[in-house]
C-alpha cells in the first residue's frame, strides 16, 4: 500500500476528526441496480474531498441476506457482492487515502446473519455440538420443549429467541438474537468467537482500513454462567444493572475484549481506531470503553432526540464534555444517523443548519450522516417498500428506520436524481428537487456550501484551539430559549434559538452564518433569527 498525506496526521486523527457516514446502498449508485455500492463511492470521492471530511464511516459492507439493513453479516472477510468485490474494495480504500479520507468500517461482534457459515453448521450439527456452541443454543421449556428457554424480549419486537428444525426434521432447540432472528448472537464464552474477530480486525487493518465501528460494543458478553440465561420484557436502560453485573448489557467482562482488540489495532502503524455504539447509562459508564488500553471513542447520542432548546443542549453539551475531559478524552457528536429520524425533519431546516454549525465549532469529533450536509429530510416511504425489520416485527405499529435510509439526490430535475439509472432500492422524493448536490453546488446559501466552509473554517481554527468557555448573556440567557455561545480560543460561536434578531455586545470578524444576513458596527453584532454564528477575534 502506498504513502499518503492526510489532513491530520497524527496518530490520533480520530480525536477531532469530522466522520462522514455512509450507508453504502444508499449513497451513488454506479451500475443501474439501484443499490448504492463501492464503485459509486469511487466515482464521489471528489465531492468527498471538496466536502472537507477527515474521514468516511462505511455501515456494513458485507455479504448479507440484509435482514437488518446489512447487520446480518454473512461473511466477515469478503464484500457483499451487490456493492463490489474485495478488489473494489481496495480500490475505494486508495481512492480515499490519495485524498487524505480515512475509512471506518462497521464491525458487528454481537451476532452474525443466519446465513453465516457457522451458524449453518449449527444448525447442521447435533445439540451439544462445538458449532452449536458458538452461538447461543437452549432447550426450550415444557414437556416437548416448546417454551422458549426465557422471556427475553427482542429489540426489534416480541422474542429473543427462535426454535430450531434438527437436522433429523423434528422441532429443537431455541437460539437466542436480540435483534432479528436473522441475527442470532454469538456465545463471547466460546474461544473459537474471539480468534475469528481478531482474525477480523488484522484482515481489513492489513488491507489498509483505518478505524471501526463497534456495533452494540456494550451488549457481546451475557451472563449464560450455570444455565443462568438473562430474562428482560423492555430495553428502558433504567432496567440495566449499573454496576458491571447486569445479565446482558455493559458487563465488566466485555472490556477483556476491547482490551484483545485494542492489541491488535496498535499492531499497526498509525495504531488502528475503533468507535464504540455502547448505549449505557449512566453516562459515566461509557468513559469505561475509552480507557487507555480499550477503544478509543464512544458515540454520544445525546444531540439525536434533543430540542431544540437553549437549556437542553447547554446541559447535554456541557455534561459530555466535562465527562469526557476527566478521563482525558474528547466528545463525539452526532445530529443523525442510520437509526434516527434525520435532523432536518426533527427539528426543521434552519434549525437544523444552525444546530450543525454550532455542533462543528465544538471540541471533539463530529459524526456526519451522509445527507446531512444536504439538509435532507426523511423519506416519506410507502409501506410496501419498507424494508426494516422493526417494521415487520412489530406488525407496522413502529414504521422503522426507513425514511432516513432513502438514497441521495445529486442531479437532474426528477426522482431518483442521478443516484441510479435504474429503479432505487427506496424510492427517492420528488420534492428533493432543489436538494440535490448539483443544484446545491453553485448556490452559496445552500445546506452543502455552508457544510464546505463550516468543515474548512473548523479545520483552520477551531481544531486545537482550546476548551469550550460558555458565555453568559444576562439579556439572552439560555432560560428564555434565545441564545447559546461560547468561546474556543479566538473565535465566539453565538447560536440564537428565537425567530427574533438577537444583537449582542461583541466585535470581530465574521467568519460564516448559517442563515441570514449578519448586521455589525459599533461592537455590536446582529445575529439572526434561528441562526449560528462564528466571530473571528
Ligand atoms: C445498531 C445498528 O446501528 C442498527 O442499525 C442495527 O439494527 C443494530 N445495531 C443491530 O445490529
Ligand atoms: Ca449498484
Redesign the pocket.
Known amino acids: 500500500m502506498s504513502e499518503f498525506t492526510f489532513l491530520t496526521g497524527s496518530e490520533d486523527w480520530w480525536r477531532q476528526a469530522v466522520v462522514y457516514q455512509i450507508y453504502p446502498r444508499s449513497f451513488a449508485d454506479a451500475n443501474g441496480d439501484g443499490i448504492g455500492d463501492l464503485k459509486g463511492i469511487i466515482s464521489r470521492v471528489p465531492y468527498l474531498k471538496a466536502l472537507g471530511i477527515d474521514a468516511v464511516w462505511l455501515s456494513p459492507h458485507y455479504p448479507s441476506a440484509l435482514a437488518?439493513?446489512g447487520?446480518d453479516v454473512d461473511d466477515y472477510r469478503n464484500v457483499d457482492p451487490r456493492l463490489g468485490t474485495l478488489a473494489e474494495f481496495d480500490e475505494m480504500i486508495d481512492a480515499l487515502h490519495a485524498e487524505g479520507i480515512r475509512v471506518i468500517i462497521d464491525i458487528?461482534p454481537n451476532h452474525s446473519g443466519s446465513g453465516h457459515v457457522w451458524f449453518q453448521e449449527a444448525l447442521r450439527s447435533p445439540k451439544g455440538s462445538p458449532a452449536r456452541d458458538r452461538y447461543i443454543f437452549r432447550d426450550g421449556k415444557g414437556e416437548n420443549g416448546e417454551i422458549r428457554p426465557s422471556e427475553l424480549v427482542s429489540h426489534f419486537g416480541p422474542t429473543a429467541w427462535t426454535r430450531i428444525t434438527e437436522p433429523d426434521g423434528t422441532p429443537g432447540q431455541w437460539y437466542m438474537h436480540l435483534?432479528a432472528p436473522e441475527?442470532p448472537d454469538f456465545n463471547w464464552d466460546n474461544p473459537e468467537v474471539r480468534e475469528d474477530f481478531l482474525k477480523t480486525l488484522r484482515f481489513w487493518s492489513d488491507r489498509g482500513v483505518d478505524g471501526y465501528r463497534v456495533?452494540?460494543a456494550h451488549a457481546l458478553v451475557k451472563n449464560l454462567a450455570n444455565g443462568h440465561l438473562p430474562e428482560r420484557a423492555s430495553y428502558d436502560l433504567s432496567l440495566v444493572k449499573h454496576d458491571g453485573s447486569d445479565d446482558l448489557f455493559d458487563r465488566d467482562e466485555v472490556h477483556d475484549i476491547y482490551r484483545s482488540w485494542r492489541k491488535v489495532f496498535n499492531e499497526y502503524n498509525p495504531p488502528r481506531m475503533a468507535v464504540a455504539?455502547a448505549w449505557v447509562h449512566p453516562p459515566v459508564n461509557a468513559t469505561r470503553y475509552v480507557r487507555s488500553d480499550e477503544l478509543h471513542q464512544v458515540f454520544n447520542f445525546d444531540l439525536l432526540d434533543a430540542a431544540f432548546n437553549a437549556q437542553q443542549l447547554y446541559g447535554l453539551m456541557s455534561a459530555a464534555i466535562d465527562l469526557m475531559k476527566s478521563v482525558g478524552a474528547l466528545p463525539t457528536w452526532a445530529l443523525s444517523n442510520?437509526?434516527s429520524p434525520r435532523v432536518a425533519s426533527r427539528i426543521g431546516e434552519v434549525q437544523s443548519r444552525a444546530l450543525a454549525l454550532f455542533v462543528l465549532a465544538l471540541p471533539g469529533s463530529c459524526y456526519v450522516y451522509a445527507g446531512q450536509e444536504l439538509g435532507l429530510p426523511d423519506g416519506v416511504i410507502p409501506d410496501e417498500a419498507r424494508q426494516d425489520p422493526i417494521y415487520f416485527r412489530t406488525k407496522g405499529t413502529q414504521k422503522g428506520r426507513d425514511g432516513a435510509r432513502v438514497p441521495l439526490p445529486w442531479s437532474g430535475e426528477a426522482a431518483p436524481f442521478g443516484f441510479t439509472s435504474g429503479s432505487p432500492w427506496l424510492p427517492l422524493q420528488e420534492s428533493w428537487k432543489e436538494l440535490t448536490v448539483e443544484k446545491q453546488d453553485t448556490d452559496p446559501k445552500s445546506s452543502l456550501n455552508l457544510y464546505r466552509s463550516a468543515l474548512n473554517l473548523r479545520a483552520e481554527h477551531l481544531v486545537d484551539n482550546g476548551e469550550v468557555q460558555w458565555i453568559e448573556s444576562p439579556e439572552h440567557g439560555r432560560k428564555n430559549n434565545s441564545l447559546l455561545a461560547f468561546k474556543r480560543g479566538n473565535v465566539s460561536i453565538y447560536m440564537n434559538l428565537s425567530d427574533t434578531p438577537i444583537e449582542v455586545e461583541v466585535s470581530g470578524k465574521l467568519l460564516v452564518v448559517s442563515a441570514g444576513i449578519v448586521d455589525g458596527r459599533d461592537g455590536k453584532v446582529t445575529i439572526p433569527p434561528v441562526s449560528t454564528i462564528w466571530l473571528h477575534h
Open positions: 437488518d439493513g447487520y458487528v435483534f441475527q456495533d452494540v455504539e442510520h437509526d
